[in-house]
């Protein structure tokens, strides 16, 4: 499976951004797709992820009213609107997906800047 984020940007604090990323190969057992987030000096943690066939969705609290994830299942694609930017948001957003919550698969990240 591979996985093409794209979206990221700088952004000014209460703005918006909408992140995407597209998964090709064999996509098929790879049903939770989500993002993970790596701010400066921090460690890499989760941010949202939906279930490709229930479409249940799970949200940090942190980002919970702010973020909402969505599918395309026709273009194996998933988005990450993202609103009320806050600045410590600011970080580089990795697409993830896999079978489990330990994802098989990461994309390369698009960095997110949002500037006070």
């Known amino acids: 499976v591979q996985l093409q984020a794209c979206g990221g940007g700088q952004v000014q604090a209460g703005g918006s951004l909408r992140l995407s990323c597209a998964a090709s190969g064999r996509t098929s057992s790879s049903y939770l797709m989500g993002w993970f987030r790596q701010a400066p000096g921090k460690e890499r943690v989760f941010v949202a992820n939906?279930?490709?066939?229930?479409?249940?969705?799970d949200y940090t609290d942190s980002v919970k009213g702010r973020f909402t994830i969505s599918r395309d299942n026709a273009k194996n694609t998933v988005f990450l609107q993202m609103n009320s930017l806050k600045p410590e948001d600011t970080a580089v957003y990795y697409c993830?997906?896999?079978?489990?919550?330990?994802?098989?698969?990461w994309g390369q990240g698009t960095k997110v800047t949002v500037s006070s």
């Open positions: 993830v997906a896999g079978s489990t919550l330990k994802y098989d698969y």
């Open positions: 939906v279930n490709w066939y229930t479409g249940s969705v």
